[in-house]
T-cell receptor, first 113, second 111 residues
Framework: DAKTTQPPSMDCAEGRAANLPCNHS???????VYWYRQIHSQGPQYIIH???NNETNEMASLIITEDRKSSTLILPHATLRDTAVYYC??????????????FGAGTQVVVTP | DADVTQTPRNRITKTGKRIMLECSQT?????MYWYRQDPGLGLRLIYY???????NKGEISDGYSVSRQAQAKFSLSLESAIPNQTALYFC??????????FGQGTRLTVV
């Protein structure tokens, strides 16, 4: 699986958009980019995933560059409850692949009032 | 009730003791996974199971064993706990198509 690189931490003001970068320069053509978050040692929570097109759901937007070597998770209006560690991982699109991954250290996002 | 339930949520045990962590799910998923997380680090896969009769080792299976008693239940055992097994343990389930679901975790301390 492709290795991903994220900044260790970032701050965001409440109500502003939070843009979380992820570098996955070795991603292969059959790997999705997944984003999870973990709030204070709770179980990781799925946010969004994508292959090459931009994606949006009720939680966030995912922007993937045309060469697929990097992506950005956008939390449009950050709230204090969005304070968490955010993980970006690359997972092959085969049905057996979800779960056989390891998360890195992620990005600690702190949303401040 | 939670879709994926882990018991106990917190446990302190002594070195050398046998301990079992349990996971049950109501999602109807056939695939189940156990992970550990050490402070400041991400998740690492211990064992996974695609069906009741299927057990597979993950990245860090040494010192652990598992049992898939039913489709909905997957237990993780530490036969003889040691202090460096102190960690957060997570169970997860998946149907192989949609992103999987994690439990709320078990905090295990071995003293």
């Amino acid at each position: 699986d492709a290795k991903t690189t994220q900044p260790p931490s970032m701050d965001c003001a409440e109500g502003r958009a939070a843009n979380l970068p992820c570098n996955h320069s070795t991603i292969s053509g059959n790997e999705y980019v997944y984003w999870y978050r973990q709030i204070h040692s709770q179980g990781p929570q799925y946010i969004i995933h994508g292959l090459k097109n931009n994606e949006t759901n009720e939680m966030a937007s995912l922007i993937i560059t045309e060469d697929r070597k990097s992506s950005t998770l956008i939390l449009p209006h950050a709230t204090l409850r969005d304070t968490a560690v955010y993980y970006c991982i690359a997972i092959p699109m085969t049905t057996d692949s979800w779960g056989k991954f390891q998360f890195g250290a992620g990005t600690q996002v702190v949303v401040t009032p | 009730d939670a879709d994926v339930t882990q018991t106990p949520r917190n446990r302190i045990t002594k070195t050398g003791k046998r301990i079992m962590l349990e996971c049950s799910q109501t999602k109807g998923h056939d695939r189940m996974y156990w992970y550990r997380q050490d402070p400041g680090l991400g998740l690492r896969l211990i064992y996974y199971s695609f069906d009741v009769k299927d057990i597979n080792k993950g990245e860090i299976s040494d010192g652990y064993s598992v049992s898939r008693q039913a489709q909905a239940k997957f237990s993780l055992s530490l036969e003889s706990a040691i202090p460096n097994q102190t960690a957060l343990y997570f169970c997860a389930t998946s149907d192989g198509r949609a992103p999987g679901v994690f439990g709320q975790g078990t905090r295990l301390t071995v003293v």
